[in-house]
Nanobody, 120 residues
Framework: QVQLVESGGGLVQSGGSLTLSCVASGSIFRINRMGWYRQVPGGGRELVAG???????NYAESVKGRFTISRDSAKKTVSLQMTSLKPEDSAVYYCNAQITTTTIVTGDYWGQGTQVTVSS
């Protein structure tokens, strides 16, 4: 089975920095795209940043210039470096990946989420 585990969340003051990490493990044949989503209470889950299979990054408009996504395909990891954090960045952040398993089945997988709280 495939598992994604996030880490790095926590409490930070406005203007501070935080880096989230996600590690994929299990019966993985290939990891395609990877990304980070976030969700606030009562809200939907929105894409924050993603990176394609070929390594092309994309960002939500609200985080451009502040967040940086990177992946290491060999280590099966993806990270999100967050700087100049704002209170509105507070949310539960989820790691997501499209993965082809060793049985050659492709699907989306999610981590359990990590809380990021930015105080004012």
């Amino acid at each position: 089975q495939v598992q994604l585990v996030e880490s790095g969340g926590g409490l930070v003051q406005s203007g501070g920095s935080l880096t989230l990490s996600c590690v994929a493990s299990g019966s993985i044949f290939r990891i395609n795209r990877m990304g980070w989503y976030r969700q606030v209470p009562g809200g939907g889950r929105e894409l924050v940043a993603g990176v394609t299979t070929g390594g092309r990054p994309n960002y939500a408009e609200s985080v451009k210039g502040r967040f940086t996504i990177s992946r290491d395909s060999a280590k099966k990891t993806v990270s999100l470096q967050m700087t100049s954090l704002k209170p509105e960045d507070s949310a539960v952040y989820y790691c997501n990946a499209q993965i082809t398993t060793t049985t050659i089945v492709t699907g989306d997988y999610w981590g359990q989420g990590t809380q990021v709280t930015v105080s004012s």
